[in-house]
C-alpha cells in the first residue's frame, strides 16, 4: 500500500519542479486522503493538513485530538501536533519558516478567502495557488482506485435493484430510497455518497428531486439517482423506472439510451469533454428534445462525487486515460415528468471500460 502513496509523493515533487516551490499545502479533504491516507470524515470533518516538501519528506498537521488516529492511518510523513489554541495557519507558518520554504503551493480552495495571507505577514513566502494542480492529479485514478470505484458501483446497482422491486403505484418515494439505502448498506458501502434521489411523475421534471412522501402513481415516470461509498470512493448511477406501462417514456428512455451511446463511441484520450457531451445533446436534439436537456453531461467521480473531467459545453478538458466520469442525459419536461439514464465509464489507453452493467432500460 505505502508504494502507491510514494508513488502520489512523486507527483507531487514533479508539480514542485515544474512550478519551482520549495512546498506544497493540501487542505481539503480528498487531496489529503489522497496524498496521505488519512479519512477526514466525521461531523464536523476532521480537520487535517499536509505539507509535502521537494526534499520528498511530507509532514502532517493535526490537533491533539487527532493526532493517535492520523498516526495509525497515515501511509507516510511525521505527524506535527498543532498546539491547543494555535490557528493551524499560523503553526503553519511556523513550519514553513522553520524549513526555510520561501514559495509555497497552497490548495487556496480549501481555506477561507484571503486566509493564506497571513502566512505571508511578517516573513518573505510567496503563495501559488495549487488548487486545479492537485485537482488534475486526482482525476487520474489508477487501477487500484477504478478497482475500488468499480466495487462502489456494483454496490449502487445493488441498490438500483432495490429501488425497481419497490417502485410501484402507491408505493412513496421515501419508501424507495430507504429500501435502496438499505440493500447498499447491507452489501458493503460505508455510507451512500449523497442523499438520494426518488422524483416520481411531474416532479420527474427536476433534475435534481429528493425524496419525498409522495406516493408514485400508476404508468408515472420515476427517477433514481443514488451512489455508493467504499473506501471513500464514489459511485453514481440513475435509471428510470416506470411505475405499470407508459410508451411516451419508455420512448424517451430509448433516445437517452441512443445519447449515451453516441458518447460512449467518443470517449477515448484526447478527446475533447465538449465533444462527448455534443454527441449525446445532437441525438437529443435529433428527437426535437434539446430545450429539455438542462446539464452538462456528466463528471467526474473518486474521492468527491463531484471532481475533474466536466463533460459541459464549452469545457476546456481533454480526457486522459484513467479518468473516470458519468455520462448521464436527461430529459425533462415540466409540469409531465422526466428521465435520466446515467452510467459510469473509465478512459482506458484505447478507448473507455464502462463500469456500470445494469440494465439502462429496466
Known sequence: ???????????????????ELDAIVGVRPPTVQYFTGCRTVGCPPRTLYFTAFNNGELEILAPRLEVNQAREEAALGVIVEVPRGVSWLKALA???EKRGVSRVGIELSGIPHNAYKHLSAGNEIAVEDVSEALASLRAVKSPEEIRIIRRAVRIAEEGLEAARRNVR?????????????????ARGAEWVSFEILVASGPRAAYSHGAATNRKIGEGEPVIVDLGARVEGYHSDLTRTFIAGSNEKFREILGILDEAIEAALRMVRPGVPA??????ARDVIREYGCGDYFTHGLGHGIGL???????LRPGSKEELKEGNVFTIEPGIY???????RIEEDVAVTGTGHLKLSEYPRIP
Do not use: F, Q, T
Open 169 to 185: 403505484p402507491g408505493s412513496r418515494e421515501r419508501l424507495v430510497a430507504r429500501r435502496a439505502i438499505y440493500r447498499m448498506m
Open 1 to 19: 500500500m505505502r508504494r502507491i502513496y510514494r508513488r502520489r509523493m512523486g507527483k507531487l515533487l514533479d508539480l514542485m519542479e515544474g512550478m
Open 274 to 279: 465538449s465533444e462527448v457531451d455534443k454527441a
Open 333 to 339: 419536461i415540466p409540469g409531465l415528468g422526466g428521465a
Open 304 to 310: 468527491e462525487i463531484h471532481e475533474k473531467p466536466l
Open 94 to 96: 511556523e513550519r514553513l
